[in-house]
């Protein structure tokens, strides 16, 4: 007795997740077994010989060995228990822009939404131990760019991925975090404010099974997906050999539009990005840059979205985010709090430089300015070393 085409697709669906959680069998090994059976009921039902000519003689003891052992699961019983969606290769639901890449995966986990097809979306990346200048620079493009409507994407990782992820949940944008380990497992375990917010917001994407932990061999490979996902990518700051670099390599191999902030030469988190542009990767001096790029691209209109947000430089955000958090003073106090802020950067400056400034546009005493320089300091807004002070990366 035949089923009908619902039937046949729950009972498909079935088979897929149990195709993708045979432990040993990897995910070009699926794609061998699902061509050979044509289908991943085919796959499962495949004779011994048929598997031994298919796979490599590990995988294929790993798949005869283990594949009467893997219970079918309903998907629907799956969905409700572990609070996420399989979505495997046969679904419809499968995202295009991952078909299109050299080594999709097979299947996809996925709590919240996947990435909508039709919207923009920027993969913006680099160093988990970032400078100031690159967190405050993170936060402006991530914030500008999901205030315009483009979706961001990066793998919720410390220091520039999360927060440019925190930036455009922040403005009420929509972003994505493809994880290293299982989509129900929060990792690094420090974000999981930010987790709990992409769920709500967004989505957390693995190619991973439930409770699988993170591992240094999945984050490689899960930047391929980043990347996929991804019609630009943008890289903040990056040293030379890192993570970083990986998915930028991978971004290149499916054809993908690199852009990259400059930084100085002389520092060690910029190594990686002026390498990029030295070997003719975009300059991303403005997120107005990857607007255009996107939308020369895609055909995206961006314009009536952007005329109900005026974006600040990178300086200005941190100067005005650290103004609302600082404690009330009285108006003369008030205002050098104003110049001094104004006249420091992200990146340190010598004492007596930024109190001559300062005293230019009003004269001040020595001591009256280092006391407020103490409090500052004390509240948070700036930070010393030495004789050279910067301003702090309020996020």
Same mark, same amino acid.
């Given at each position: ?20 959680? %045979? ?46 052992? %893997? ?29 299109? %890449? ?67 949940? #922040? ?95 002389? #520092? ?23 607007? $255009? ?22 300086? #200005? ?22 110049? %001094? ?10 004492? $007596? ?14 001591? #009256? ?27």
């Amino acid at each position: 007795m035949g089923c009908n085409a619902d039937e046949w697709n729950a009972v498909e669906e079935a088979e897929c997740l149990r195709l993708a959680n %045979i432990p040993g069998v990897g995910n070009l090994s699926i794609f061998r077994l699902l061509e050979k059976g044509k289908n991943a009921r085919g796959a499962m039902k495949l004779s011994e010989k048929d598997v031994m000519e298919t796979l490599d003689t590990k995988s294929a003891k790993a798949f005869l060995r283990a594949r009467e052992d %893997i219970p079918t699961i309903n998907l629907t019983d799956f969905t409700k228990k572990y609070k996420m969606d399989f979505i495997p290769w046969t679904s419809p639901q499968y995202p295009e822009r991952l078909r299109r %890449i050299p080594d999709p995966p097979f299947a996809l986990y996925v709590k919240g939404e996947l990435p909508c097809e039709e919207v923009p979306t920027v993969a913006i990346i680099g160093a988990r131990a970032c400078s100031e200048y690159g967190k405050a620079v993170a936060a402006q493009f991530g914030r500008q760019l999901g205030a315009v409507g483009v979706q961001i994407i990066s793998g919720m990782a410390r220091g520039i991925d999360g927060i440019a992820q925190k930036a455009a949940l #922040d403005i009420n944008g929509k972003s994505y975090a493809v994880l290293g380990c299982g989509a129900d497992v929060c990792y690094p375990p420090e974000s999981n404010v930010l987790y709990e917010q992409l769920c709500l917001k967004g989505g957390v994407i693995s190619e991973y099974p439930p409770g699988t932990e993170a591992k240094s061999g999945f984050f490689p490979l899960r930047n391929r997906i980043i990347s996929g996902l991804a019609d630009l990518i943008l890289v903040v700051e990056a040293r030379k050999r890192s993570g970083t670099y990986i998915t930028v390599t991978r971004a290149l191999e499916q054809g993908k539009d690199v852009y990259v902030v400059p930084g100085r030469i002389t #520092d060690a988190l910029s190594e990686g990005c002026n390498f990029l542009l030295s070997q003719g990767a975009g300059v991303a001096c403005s997120p107005e840059i990857l607007l $255009q790029a996107l939308a020369e691209r895609g055909g995206y209109d961006f314009v009536k979205k952007q005329e109900s947000y005026s974006g600040d430089s990178a300086k #200005d955000n941190v100067i005005c985010r650290q103004e609302k958090d600082k404690c009330s003073r009285n108006n003369d106090e008030n205002e050098l709090v104003r110049m %001094i802020l104004h006249h420091l950067e992200l990146t340190p400056l010598e004492l $007596q430089q930024v109190y001559e400034a300062v005293n230019r546009e009003q004269e001040v005493s020595y001591g #009256d300015f280092m006391l407020e320089i103490t409090k500052m300091q004390i509240a948070g807004l700036i930070e010393g070393e030495g004789n050279y002070f910067r301003l702090r990366c309020a996020l």
